[in-house]
């Protein structure tokens, strides 16, 4: 089992930028494949990106490429996610998960991953 913890959120003007982390304690962090969603009021959860165990391969919803990058030091067990030209449609609580299924690289499927952190919620003003 692995206990995942998010922090790094808060108000911020659009433009802006934040960098949220996900601690990991339990079982060994680099045999997750990991992942970060999000969930806006009234919304679905959705996919933002996620990242392969050593970290040499990621994957981004087609919404947030190329502002936000996804990262992991396996020696920290701490995931990140730094997110650049925030936009008022960011607003949302941002999850972490955790996932093990053998052989698969990521996923960008909640249904892949079987530990959540509680989240961490991110403003952005207009």
């Known amino acids: 089992q692995v206990q995942l913890v998010e922090s790094g959120g808060g108000l911020v003007q659009a433009g802006g930028s934040l960098r949220l982390s996900c601690a990991a304690s339990?079982?060994?962090?680099?045999?997750?494949?990991m992942g970060w969603f999000r969930q806006a009021p009234g919304k679905e959860r959705e996919f933002v990106a996620a990242?392969?165990?050593?970290?040499?391969?990621?994957a981004y919803a087609g919404s947030v490429k190329g502002r936000f990058t996804i990262s992991r030091d396996n020696a920290k067990n701490t995931m990140y996610l730094q997110v650049n030209r925030l936009k008022p449609e960011d607003t949302a609580v941002y999850f972490c998960?955790?996932?093990?299924?053998?052989?698969?690289?990521?996923?960008?499927?909640?249904?892949?991953?079987?530990?959540w952190g509680q989240g961490t919620q991110v403003t952005v003003s207009s």
């Open positions: 998960a955790a996932g093990d299924i053998p052989y698969r690289a990521y996923a960008d499927r909640a249904s892949e991953y079987g530990h």
């Open positions: 990242i392969n165990r050593n970290g040499g391969d990621t």
């Open positions: 339990g079982r060994t962090f680099s045999s997750y494949y």
